[in-house]
Nanobody, 115 residues
Framework: QVQLVESGGGLVQAGGSLRLSCAAS????????MAWYRQAPGKQRELVAR???????NYADSVKGRFTISRDNAKNTVYLQMNSLKPEDTAVYYC?????????WGQGTQVTVSS
């Protein structure tokens, strides 16, 4: 069984920063990619950023230049550094970990950006 524990969400003013963390534990033999998604009220879940096993990254156009995804393989942890936050970044953020056999999701952490 694999468990993902997220932390770092909260309330911040526009222009501020937050750093999200997601630690994976359990029966993990190999992790392919790690990613962050978000879901705002009334909207579909969308990919925010992804980092592969060789640390190549891709980002949603809306966060390019503001967000940075990184991973620590020794700790099975993925991070999302969010700078210059905007009210439209308000959402529940979910981490995802993909292994050779399955994909796992965190429980979600709320990020609220006030104007």
């Amino acid at each position: 069984q694999v468990q993902l524990v997220e932390s770092g969400g909260g309330l911040v003013q526009a222009g501020g920063s937050l750093r999200l963390s997601c630690a994976a534990s359990g029966s993990i033999l190999n992790i392919y990619h790690m990613a962050w998604y978000r879901q705002a009220p009334g909207k579909q879940r969308e990919l925010v950023a992804r980092v592969t096993s060789i640390r190549s990254t891709n980002y949603a156009d809306s966060v390019k230049g503001r967000f940075t995804i990184s991973r620590d393989n020794a700790k099975n942890t993925v991070y999302l550094q969010m700078n210059s936050l905007k009210p439209e970044d308000t959402a529940v953020y979910y981490c995802q970990v993909v292994t050779p056999t399955s994909a796992y999701w965190g429980q979600g952490t709320q990020v609220t950006v006030s104007s």
